[in-house]
């Protein structure tokens, strides 16, 4: 039984919208779309990056790293890929981050070390738009907005034993806490770990 050819498969089997095989595309070729809605894609991109160091000894180094990045996406495509009208989808996507670390860096002939704490922060949201199609009738959106911040604190140490030896310590504990909230349909959610 060729699936393509069978009634379970809806396209197929309501439609006449029937692939040459199973797993095969409607139109023969993998990278050839038949779908009905031309597909869009465009992604705008922000970012910056800064590092500060200072002396603070001759042994001991202050380094503070800043990190920044905002994007911005559109995407619309035909999920069917046939050319029947059935499920088509537009959406648009925000996301924004911000990262911050402190970190003192020791060095010696024995011990080298460094401490440090590390913050970030990020936000999201999308508004994902239903077509209207055989699948959808009318126009429906559906959305959705998240958050997550972490903070976290490290540090390592490295004991020079022998001339051909070392011994490495290190810890890092972090603090994560993710919502989401889905602005439509409804629900929502939040973890801390």
Known sequence: LNIS???LDLLCGAFGECAPGPGEALSGDIYTNLGGRKSELTYEEDFA???ANWDLTD???LTYLYGYLKGDDFIAFD???S???FFAVRRNGEYEQNSHELRFTGTGDI???QVGAYFWD???SDLQIYEPSLAIPVEFPDGYSGTSESTSVFGETDMRFAERWVATVGFRWIEEEKTIQKTV???AGARTD
């Open 49 to 51: 990056v800064a590092e």
């Open 83 to 85: 050319p029947t009208n």
């Open 59 to 61: 042994d001991i180094l």
């Open 5 to 7: 050819d069978s009634p």
């Open 185 to 187: 349909v409804g629900g």
């Open 122 to 124: 990020a936000e999201s």
């Open 79 to 81: 999920s069917d890929g």
């Open 111 to 113: 011990f080298n070390w």
